[in-house]
């Protein structure tokens, strides 16, 4: 038996970025930062860790509508890594999170006065999807 499973509470660098799939599948990706604190002889530190997340269909759409960068959230879901090859041949890799639970955290009225409207889809075909 294997468990993948990660759970993030951060705030989100900036927007959520929507893209549809050929099929109308929304598809949101974002980027949620994760702050440790701790002292070290007397000096308090800390380290940022930034993690990019993607967010699939009805939850991808909610993120893209609700979410806007500085929101805190509440992020479950696995971690993935693709590969891919560049336009010079390259192979490269990511390591992402595929959200499959999202939470608004903070007040009531952090997102209500930045709701962005929902925009039109942007048809991207599947082979040019970046993430």
């Avoid at 468990?3 to 974002?30: M, W």
């Avoid at 007397?42 to 929101?71: D, F, M, P, R, V």
């Amino acid at each position: 038996m294997s468990v993948n499973k990660v759970i993030l509470i951060g705030n989100l660098g900036a927007d959520p970025e929507i893209r549809y799939t050929p099929s109308g599948t929304a598809v949101a990706n974002f980027t949620l930062a994760t702050t440790e604190q701790w002292t070290k002889n007397g000096k308090k530190e800390e380290k940022t860790e930034w993690h990019k997340i993607l967010a699939w269909g009805n939850l991808g759409s909610i993120c893209g509508q609700y979410l806007h960068k500085g929101k805190q959230v509440y992020i479950e879901g696995k971690i993935q890594t693709r590969s891919w090859e560049d336009k010079e041949g390259i192979k490269r890799y990511t390591t992402e999170i595929n959200a499959q639970t999202m939470q608004m955290l903070g007040s009531k009225s952090d997102g209500e006065s930045t709701r962005r409207p929902v925009e039109p889809p942007v048809i991207v075909p599947d082979d040019e999807i970046p993430f």
